[in-house]
């Protein structure tokens, strides 16, 4: 009996990806038009999400929390504080960072926008009994850590 080529068991990692991948787009494809119900792009709530209820937050740890790239932040920030939305002002210790809040509106618009958000997604998550929701936690963080150094 012949063992597999090193070619075919390195391919079977593949069905993994092109599921994991295939379901992180259609899940971004609902939330983004969801989002665009609301009124905003879908960058534009994930800044919202991230600093609402808060002081706010450096442009550095804006954009690792909400894992987009400074280049592609700036415009986001540009459009919502165009709108009202948030303000920035130079750090207070370090002139160099950026902070960034949201006003009173932007603040309004994250207590209008994200529950509604969150509630909309929960209907598909419900769709899968409670502890299968459970054992995908578990897989999903048990993947990550694999990526993990």
């Avoid at 068991?9 to 787009?25: H, N, T, Y």
């Avoid at 929960?122 to 459970?134: G, H, S």
């Amino acid at each position: 009996m012949n063992a597999p080529s090193l070619a075919s068991s390195d391919e079977s990692c593949l069905p993994v990806f092109r599921a994991l991948i295939g379901c992180c787009r259609q899940v971004e494809r609902v939330a983004a038009r969801h989002v665009e119900t609301l009124g905003l792009t879908h960058p534009q709530f994930d800044v919202l999400a991230e600093l609402g209820d808060t002081a706010g937050m450096t442009v550095s740890e804006l954009s690792e929390r909400t894992l987009i790239t400074r280049g592609t932040l700036k415009p986001v920030l540009d459009r919502l504080e165009e709108r009202g939305l948030l303000v920035r002002c130079r750090g207070e210790r370090d002139a160099r960072q950026v902070q960034v809040a949201l006003t009173a509106e932007g603040q309004r618009v994250f207590e209008a926008t994200f529950g509604r958000h969150v509630a909309f997604l929960k209907q598909f998550i419900d769709r899968m009994p409670l502890d299968r929701q459970t054992h995908l936690i578990d897989l999903l963080q048990e993947l990550e850590r694999a990526f993990t150094p």
